[in-house]
């Protein structure tokens, strides 16, 4: 039986945040916004975005797709923080590592929210690519 990683200091800041702020979001990119706006904060994460010229304000405006009139999606239902969190301890345990990085939770917010995160980070400046890109860890 395999236990799932617990949060690291860095990890654990960014959760409580995010349930703090995710809630308030009134759409999936405007939650996606809010995760990027605080993992840029924090940790390997927050240093990956930086390192990639990230900014808190958005180089081009996001559009927010529950306002469109082709019905886009509403915020996510559920605990979505619980969810990435869920999914950042399963990437943490896969890569065999003995806590949850905030790189995990950058890479989990990816999966969960898709396409909504990958406007942001085009909004950003950046793509998904790039962002993966730097997260791998320096060959040995």
Same mark, same amino acid.
Not at 54 to 70: Q, W
Not at 71 to 92: F, I, K
């Given at each position: 039986m395999s236990i799932?990683?617990?949060?690291?200091l860095d990890a654990a800041m960014v959760l409580g945040m995010?349930?703090? #702020?995710?809630? =308030?979001?009134?759409s999936n990119t405007s939650q *996606?916004? @809010?995760?990027?706006?605080?993992?840029?904060? %924090? $940790? !390997?994460? $927050?240093? *990956?975005?930086q390192a990639? $010229? +990230?900014? !808190?304000?958005?180089?081009?405006?996001?559009?927010? %797709?529950?306002?469109?009139?082709d019905g886009g999606q509403r915020p996510a239902r559920g605990d979505v923080v619980a969810r990435v969190g869920? *999914?950042?301890?399963?990437? #943490?345990r896969a890569r065999g590592a003995q806590s949850v990085a905030t790189r995990d939770?950058?890479?989990? +917010?990816?999966? +969960?929210? $898709?396409?909504? =995160?990958?406007?942001?980070? @085009? *909004? %950003?400046?950046?793509d998904r690519e790039e962002v993966l !890109?730097?997260?791998e860890p320096a060959p040995a």
């Amino acid at each position: 039986m395999s236990i799932n990683p617990a949060p690291d200091l860095d990890a654990a800041m960014v959760l409580g945040m995010a349930s703090t #702020a995710i809630p =308030f979001a009134r759409s999936n990119t405007s939650q *996606a916004e @809010r995760w990027l706006r605080i993992l840029l904060l %924090h $940790g !390997e994460a $927050g240093t *990956a975005l930086q390192a990639l $010229g +990230v900014s !808190e304000a958005p180089l081009e405006e996001l559009t927010e %797709h529950s306002d469109r009139a082709d019905g886009g999606q509403r915020p996510a239902r559920g605990d979505v923080v619980a969810r990435v969190g869920q *999914a950042a301890s399963e990437l #943490a345990r896969a890569r065999g590592a003995q806590s949850v990085a905030t790189r995990d939770i950058l890479r989990a +917010v990816m999966d +969960v929210y $898709g396409s909504d =995160f990958s406007d942001v980070l @085009r *909004a %950003h400046g950046t793509d998904r690519e790039e962002v993966l !890109e730097r997260l791998e860890p320096a060959p040995a």
